[in-house]
T-cell receptor
Framework: SQKIEQNSEALNIQEGKTATLTCNYT??????LQWYRQDPGRGPVFLLL?????KEKRKERLKVTFDTTLKQSLFHITASQPADSATYLC?????????FGKGTRLHILP | NAGVTQTPKFRVLKTGQSMTLLCAQD?????MYWYRQDPGMGLRLIHY???????AKGEVPDGYNVSRLKKQNFLLGLESAAPSQTSVYFC????????????FGPGTRLTVL
């Protein structure tokens, strides 16, 4: 069965440093993978999408990589700020559906 | 544009009661989804719809029914609520085709006593 693994523990990062979140998947090869942000008490919000033939995608301070050999996507936030504190979900496309990971809680410490 | 809205925001039910959650979107999206989110479980798909008048089961459909009589609305019904249905429910929508990017509502927090 399809499996998605994200860091189950919360990640604490000092303000100004780069935060790196990991998404590992097994048993399938997604055509693309999306990352969403979710704040407490709110619905997820789409951030970035990376396709299987792209190694890297950037948007402002965000960068996503996609390694189809390792079956892994990394999500980086550079120059992190307390406002980046949230839960981040990865969501690979598996056949005809999007499957959401459980998310990683990120805390940026001032 | 309001995007995706959900009604109500909070609800407390007793076991055995019924209720309907309403999702509305003003983006003319063809696809609509209902998810539940529980601690440690992530988002799980309950039912979805690929267009007006069509619905399909997701990963955890038991105990729920849905209807999509109008393109902009997607209703989720609980006929006889159980404590196991205590959860936060999210509705999402997206355009047909493209990259499946979903737009989520703010959620409904449901407690079943």
């Amino acid at each position: 069965s399809q499996k998605i693994e994200q860091n189950s523990e919360a990640l604490n990062i000092q303000e100004g440093k780069t935060a790196t979140l990991t998404c590992n998947y097994t048993n399938y090869s997604p055509a693309y993978l999306q990352w969403y942000r979710q704040d407490p008490g709110r619905g997820p919000v789409f951030l970035l999408l990376i396709r299987e033939n792209e190694k890297e995608k950037r948007k402002e301070r965000l960068k996503v990589t996609f390694d189809t050999t390792l079956k892994q996507s990394l999500f980086h936030i550079t120059a992190s700020q307390p406002a980046d504190s949230a839960t981040y979900l990865c969501a690979p496309k598996v056949r005809d559906k999007i499957i959401f990971g459980k998310g990683t809680r990120l805390h940026i410490l001032p | 544009n309001a995007g995706v809205t959900q009604t109500p925001k909070f609800r407390v039910l007793k076991t055995g009661q019924s209720m309907t959650l309403l999702c509305a979107q003003d983006m003319n999206h063809e696809y609509m989804y209902w998810y539940r989110q529980d601690p440690g479980m992530g988002l799980r798909l309950i039912h979805y719809s690929v267009g007006e008048g069509t619905t399909a089961k997701g990963e955890v459909p038991d105990g729920y029914n849905v209807s999509r009589l109008k393109k902009q609305n997607f209703l989720l019904g609980l006929e006889s609520a159980a404590p196991s249905q205590t959860s936060v429910y999210f509705c999402a929508s997206r355009l047909a085709g493209g990259t499946d990017t979903q737009y989520f509502g703010p959620g409904t927090r449901l407690t079943v006593l």
